[in-house]
C-alpha cells in the first residue's frame, strides 16, 4: 500500500547519465523535517521526466511544495534519504516555499561536509573513497556557504575523454575551502563562461551513489537565489 510524503524539493538536478535526481525535505506543521530523495525502481534509481512531472505536465520546480506516493523506504549505504516511488501515481503541486520560509531549512553541517582530505584533478575537498562514503549516515546538507562563485569552463574530459563545459562552485563552510561540480540545471544552462559571485544564496550539496575511480564526489545539486525564486519575500 502506498503513502503520501509531502516534501519541499530543494533539488531537481542532472544525474550521471539520464533522468534527475530529485530530493528535499519533508514538510510538517511549522518546521521542516528528515530528507527525503524519491527514487524509482531501476538500477540506477533516476526519476525519469514521465514519473516525475505534475498531471499538467509540468516539471517540478526548486521550492515547490510536492506530494509524493511512495511504495517504501529504500536506503542504500550512505543515501539513508532514499524512498521508492509510486509510479502510477503523478506527482501534486501544494504550493511554494517563499525565501523567507526556506531560511529555517538550512543546516549547520557541525564540521566538514562528509570527509576531507580528498581532491579530484579540478575540485577541492570533493572526494570521498567508496568504502569510506557507505558507512556514512546522509548524503544530503542544505547550507550557507561563504563566498560563493561559481565558474563556468571547458575542462578535460575524464579519462581522456573530450573536453566539455563543466560548472563549479568554489565556496567557504566553516573556514573550510570546498570547489564542486554542479548539476543544477538552471545555473549550469544561464550563466555564460567565467566566474559569477552569489553573495546570497544557500546551497544542497548531494554526495552521489556512483563512484568514480574509486571514490565518491561530492556536488552542488542547486544553488538557491532570492533572485531566482521571485524575491526575499
Known amino acids: 500500500m502506498s503513502y503520501t510524503k509531502t516534501i519541499v524539493c530543494l533539488a531537481n538536478s542532472k544525474k550521471f547519465g539520464s533522468g534527475r535526481c530529485v530530493a528535499g525535505r519533508e514538510v510538517v506543521p511549522k518546521a521542516f523535517g528528515d530528507w527525503v530523495r524519491p527514487v524509482s525502481a531501476r538500477p540506477s534509481q533516476e526519476v525519469s521526466e514521465e514519473e516525475r512531472q505534475y498531471e499538467n505536465g509540468q516539471d ?131 550563466l555564460d563562461f567565467g566566474d559569477t559571485p552569489f553573495p546570497d544564496a544557500v546551497l544542497c550539496v548531494s554526495l552521489p551513489a556512483e563512484a568514480v575511480g574509486g571514490k565518491c564526489y561530492k556536488l552542488v545539486a542547486t544553488v538557491i537565489t532570492p533572485e531566482r525564486i521571485g524575491g526575499k519575500s
Do not use: C
Not at 62 to 73: C, K
Not at 104 to 110: K, Q
Not at 133 to 145: D, G, K, N, T, W
Open 60 to 190: 517540478p520546480r526548486v521550492l515547490d511544495i510536492i506530494a509524493v506516493e511512495m511504495i517504501r523506504a529504500q536506503p542504500e549505504h550512505h543515501q539513508q534519504e532514499n524512498q521508492l516511488i509510486d509510479p502510477d501515481y503523478h506527482w501534486v503541486n501544494k504550493g511554494t516555499v517563499t525565501w523567507s520560509q526556506l531560511q529555517s531549512a538550512v543546516e549547520d553541517a557541525g564540521g566538514p561536509l562528509w570527509i576531507n582530505g580528498y581532491h579530484s584533478s579540478n575540485g577541492i575537498n570533493d572526494g570521498v573513497p567508496e568504502q569510506e562514503a557507505r558507512a556514512l549516515p546522509r548524503s544530503l546538507y542544505l547550507v550557507r556557504p561563504k563566498g560563493l562563485i561559481v565558474t563556468v569552463a571547458m575542462e578535460p574530459g575524464y579519462g581522456g575523454k573530450p573536453p566539455k563545459r563543466t560548472t563549479r562552485a568554489r565556496f567557504k563552510l566553516r573556514g573550510v575551502d570546498y570547489r564542486f561540480a554542479v548539476t543544477d540545471p538552471v545555473i549550469s544552462r544561464e
